[in-house]
């Protein structure tokens, strides 16, 4: 019976609106959710086309409720309904990602990104720190171009434009060598082969001249990586940079603050723990490369990293908490999972100090479905997680065993446990894996493919050394079933391994499996294999050089890049077969077409690889070949000498053997290895020498003294900040443009 | 008097407890046995459960203010305010989704829940038990919001409609108060800054079940009762 009261039925249908309520909150959710992607909808409200949808979708809602509560126009409610929910489903889905790109603006943006804080000057005015975003109004009302290329200085110093040589393959070498690079953004956006953009002299008249500076150390940049990408569908248009800068000041600044950690017997100063805290972001990876090698720079970073963080003895569970606070601070401005790095090793700190907070922190930060930061791929959420990778904790095992029922990435955490239990869960994942619904993966082979990814993607990060013998079945098998990506799937799984620091065992096992198992080519195993310290790796790598001699000249600068003690008598044998002019592992004598065995270059680089293998049968024979002969002397010297800067502790040992030279030209070429090894050992050879009736060797020993009380006296002034690190660059010469291109300044005049 | 209107209410619960039960327990089942057998850990995004309480409420709402036309005379004739009738069939039915929680809970709770998934070789159990209590939550919030939507826009028909049983009245309100417990919930779970949403969800099931319980109370209170 129909009511016809119109006062009642408005109040019913007042309530229903009420009921209807958190409709209203889609559009404000949305803008909230888009807020906090950065550029903030309000200012992108112009995009009318999505939120007309949108709208339209929240209107049709509310009228299909109108129309069943109203009257019962079921029909017409339903319909609407379902119109709505498509309009929700096409608003949400395909209008969000436009609506975050904002407004098509007039003005085009010029972003440079890279690590943060890097100052940014064009034509010497500075414009900000990364991550930078300049309109090409303001970038024009700020910087006017140059008629005339400035002025600039070269670094000349070979061993700076050889480092630069060797981390940037393909770039033109004299870009990098400038202090300001030329380029116009905003008119050489498009690409670097667009037609009438050809090459550096053709940037130069552009008028623009960039310059990037982090802590005093100034990044050159190639034209060429300049503009990163750009994106025809950015509104506004946005040009994206990320200039690849390389620091031709670090070595010297690395050199002059290890210099000065030698002075202090590796026990480093306040100033010098402050300092390199500070620079941690630009020097990070450079000493820890080396603390590598020398476990006592190692310390002194970590000291370094201690202070910046302010990590002292006996702190509370707080005061960790803020530590952690900071690091998550740092990372996520940085957002960036790059290791090693100064947050990394905080973390690796507080596994050992404080595994309980990484545990409680680790899901708090994630997050899981509370937190529209969550999911994966940021960075401060990876380092936790590496955290978490390296040293599970055991209060996390039941939560990681519940998350994997909804994630398999979880897997890879709970895989890291030894308990029984998560032993069974990987073993139940490879299995169904490996019995997956054949219709299913018939049907979508492409859904199967993008599994298996995932899948080895899992279990190459598990660290299990129980599974071990299970995971490498299971790669191989996904490696068998897609032959497109069996390589890369192999060497990714090789890879995690010898990265990783290995038992004998499992060093004996990963050489067992690569050379019997693994269906690489000869050569591709070699590779791996002699980045393994086990002693099965001789057998296996002399197998392999009896077999393929020429392949001693391929692999041989591996031995000086991953230095195998275990190899020091394949390296031995190499060496003498080489030196003998024979056929590795026989005396089959060389005929010319292989005449790049026994060849200077590669016994060099042999010599080096030896030297840096320290073993005691290594040892000896290296001592039998000094005394042997007076061209073996000078070799080992040449070889120290490249090799002493790479802080190889052991190497410091030569200097007791060397001190005892007595002919003149032997003490001549020892002396710039002094001068390399930097210790107060060699200091006081050399003070020795100066005192020398020779006077070149007098010379020659007075002029490396000076060498070293001037590194001295500039390391001082580095660490308290009187000098730059551009300041230790040598050989700066001023070089001026003369219309085609630069000259030395003194072959021409007028000079901006 | 008081002594009677007890003896009534009872009787009034009774009727409703048969008319209801037929209905009811099969969703129960249903219920408990997914949460028994489901092989995977439960959560809270499990959406084959959060459907089953979602059709439970409305189920439930359904069969309990849907009274034949002599049993409808029958109940509205007994010496009991409109008021303390629709009190009692509305806490009755908020009672049926709370049964359902603790039933769930228990299952999960005393273990029968690992028990049965350790017997079928389940690797997760028995460390996730206790975290899988998270299922809970939502099936609390999906039961009640569907149930108080339901009571309200069916006794609401019964007031606006000509012909509140028609079949096409009937469907439009199940698929009215589906969509709007599920996208209303839907829509307030997309993850936001600091988890606010499981308030905001929370608080939205509170203020339905308030808003929605005066609106039925008012629809009750107005209803014609066919003789």
Redesign the interface.
Known sequence: ???DNRA??W??NG??F??????L??PL?LI??HN?MGSGLLFNLQNWLCLLVFALAIIL?VT??IL?????R??L??IA?IIA?IL?VFSLEIFVPNLQKGSEAKLRQLVIQHEPKIEVYCNDVYLGETPLEISETEFHDKVKPWDTPPRQKMVIGEEIIQDIKTHCYGLSNTELRWFYTPYHYFDRHRAFDEPGFSSYYDAVASGYWWRFESLGCTGFAAIGNMVSQTYSDDRPFRIWSHPHLQYPSIQPYLRHLLHDLKRSDYQPSGEWRTHVGKSSRLLFRHVYEIGQRDPRVMRALEMAIKTEFDIRKGMSTQEWEAVLDKAMLQLKKRNAFNPPSPEIMLMDLIVTQNMKLIGTRFFEYV?W??????GWGFAKFMHLEYAVLKNPPPTL???L??E???DDRFLRMVGNYSRP?AL??VR?YLNEFVHSNPVVNFISPSMKSADRWKAVDIVTEMRNPALEPELRRFVLKQAQDDPDRSEHYLRRFINARLERTLTAVESDSLAEWIAETVPFPEFDKLQFLTRINSERVYRYARDIFLRHPSYLHNVAYTFITYPNPSLDLFLIEAYQAESANVKFGGLVPITPPQKYIGNPRNLNILLRGMLLCDTPRMYAFLEGMWSASYGNKISLLEAIKQEAPNHYPHLHRWTAIISQIEDVDTRLAAIPVFDQIDTPESLAILGDWALSSDAAVKREAERALENYRERSRRAKELLAGSIKPDDLLVGQTAYVWNGKDYVPETTTSGSK | MDQRRRYISIEILKIDVRKVLPYYAPFLLLTVGYVLFRKTPLGSEDWKVNLIACLQGMVVAWALFNDAAGTGAFIFSRPLSRKRLFLIRWGFGISLQLLTIVAVFVTIAIGLRSGIQMLMNSPYQPMVKWYELSVLGLIALYSILSYQIFMFLKLRLHIVSARPRAWRDLVGTWLVTWLVAHLCLRVLNVPIANGIQDYLMVVYVALVTILGTLASLYCYRHLEIET
Do not use: C, H
């Not at chain 1, 009420?18 to 409709?23: K, M, N, Q, T």
């Not at chain 1, 069943?68 to 019962?72: D, I, T």
């Not at chain 1, 479905?369 to 969550?374: E, F, G, P, Y």
């Open positions: 019976m129909k009511n009642i039925r109040r019913l309530m229903a009420a009921i209807l309520l958190p409709l909150w889609s959710q909230l959710l906090q809602y299909s409720y069943v509560l109203w009257n019962g079921m029909l409610a339903i309904a929910l929700t997050g479905r509370n937190s529209a930061d969550a095992f039941k939560r065993v519940y994997l029922g909804r239990e069974q869960l139940q």
